[in-house]
């Protein structure tokens, strides 16, 4: 007797088909690979930053600040990469969570100083 479970039609196996998934994300361009990644590290900076409608319960600006870092980070080097047509939305982003980076912070850092500025330069609001 074996002890793999049998399978039940109605529920996908747990492992996934890495064949598949490799076919899938080949057929996805670069620039939406990147512009999903932005999107996922603006979307956790902003849950870190409390501006969910649970606000201050995921509330952790040391998290935030690496996120926004990352995020910057990757828009300073993907720039040229993507049209302006999708930096512009996203730096447009970044900005918005810097500045409320600033606001959250009890001490805020001296402008240049701040989450990702050093790949952005001083944000001012």
Do not use: C
Request: hydrophobic letters at 40%; zero cysteines.
């Amino acid at each position: 007797m074996s002890d793999t479970p049998p399978q039940n039609p109605d529920f996908p196996p747990q492992n996934p088909d890495f064949d598949t998934m490799t076919r899938d994300i080949a057929e996805v361009p670069a620039v939406e690979v990147i512009v999903t990644v932005a999107v996922n590290l603006m979307s956790a900076a902003a849950v870190k930053l409390g501006l969910t409608e649970e606000g201050d319960e995921h509330k952790d600006l040391d998290e935030a600040r690496k996120l926004v870092t990352a995020l910057a980070g990757l828009l300073d080097a993907s720039t040229t990469e993507i049209s302006s047509f999708h930096a512009a939305p996203l730096r447009d982003g970044l900005k918005s969570l810097q500045l409320a980076f600033r606001e959250a912070s009890l001490v805020p850092d001296e402008p240049g100083q701040g989450p990702g500025e050093k790949y952005t330069g001083p944000v001012y609001g």
